[in-house]
């Protein structure tokens, strides 16, 4: 079975930061383009980051200039870095894949999904 797994969530004090990887084992990452959601309690999953195939990258407007999403093909593992964290960023932070690419937008039809990761921004 396909799977991809989130690691490195945690509980951090607001103006830290975290570094999220998600890994992929049973498939090659290669040629997916991957994104980052995240959902917090009692509110609708929203799209964080994503990058294609080709490294081009998109950020919400919530995250820009704090967070960075990388990809490591050769590990098979697509990073979040996210520095400067606030309390608003709380949630569950998950990882998906496409095989449908797009340089240009991250509304994608997402065809795998992680189980999650937990993020806790609190002083």
């Known amino acids: 079975q396909l799977q991809l797994v989130e690691s490195g969530g945690g509980l951090v004090q607001p103006g830290g930061s975290l570094r999220l990887s998600c890994a992929a084992s049973?498939?090659?990452?290669?040629?997916?383009?991957m994104g980052w959601f995240r959902q917090a309690p009692g509110k609708e999953r929203e799209g964080v980051s994503c990058i294609s195939s080709g490294g081009n990258t998109h950020y919400a407007d919530s995250v820009q200039g704090r967070f960075t999403i990388s990809r490591d093909n050769a590990k098979n593992t697509v990073y979040l870095e996210m520095k400067s964290l606030k309390p608003e960023d709380t949630a569950v932070y998950y990882c998906?894949?496409?095989?449908?690419?797009?340089?240009?937008?991250?509304?994608?039809?997402?065809?795998?999904w992680g189980q999650g990761t937990q993020v806790t921004v609190s002083s």
């Open positions: 049973r498939f090659t990452l290669d040629y997916y383009a």
């Open positions: 998906a894949a496409a095989a449908v690419d797009s340089d240009y937008t991250c509304v994608l039809e997402y065809d795998y």
